[in-house]
């Protein structure tokens, strides 16, 4: 009689641990689930985190990029999706960067020794900390140069894709119905071995017959 109880304490217990591992498995994934489709729902990130941000010591600026022709209320920063007309804007985030005359070169290509300079402003000062610039784009890839004329000069730079697809982007928007579904066949598979579940199934065959 002991023997026996032992026993059965000890598969209570390896079955309450199983238990116990797959509530935290599945307690994961939906925090994978609900952070991811949070962040992209909200869409908004630390200032330090944003991709359109560029920072040199406690020099902030920002880049938007328009094109109203496509889409009116839609702003991009790396990605612009549509061959074209494209609005640039550059914001002096920091106040000082106002005091600083700031130069613009738009380059054709990835490669600043390489590529072909398609839009040039020379250094001027923006005491309202905004400038808007428009240029035409092709398909392919740009580089920005912004240069504030500080002591010494400070140098931001964007990588800019027109019409590219970008990979990192779909991975990362294919993330949530990946664990969605990888959650679904977990707890799917959990529940066909459950012998409570297949008894019911087996009950609810037994009533139709």
Known sequence: MQIRKIKYLSTGGSVVARQKIWTGISVLILAMVFYTSTAKAHGKVAIEEDNCMRQIGENMIHLSAYQPQIDEEGHY???????????????????SLRDM??????????????????KHIQPTLYEDGVISTQSSFDQGKYLVLITAEGVPPLNYAYHLRVE??????????????????LLTTLLGYKLFKSKRFRSWLASRGSKKD
């Open 77 to 95: 920063c790396t990605d612009i999706p549509k061959v074209g007309n494209t609005i640039l804007v550059i914001d002096l985030v920091d106040p």
């Open 164 to 181: 590219m697809i970008n990979y990192a982007n779909v991975f990362r928007a294919s993330i949530g119905p990946m664990v969605a579904l």
């Open 101 to 118: 005359p700031i130069g613009i070169k738009v380059i054709k290509g990835s490669n600043i020794d390489e590529g072909e300079t398609v």
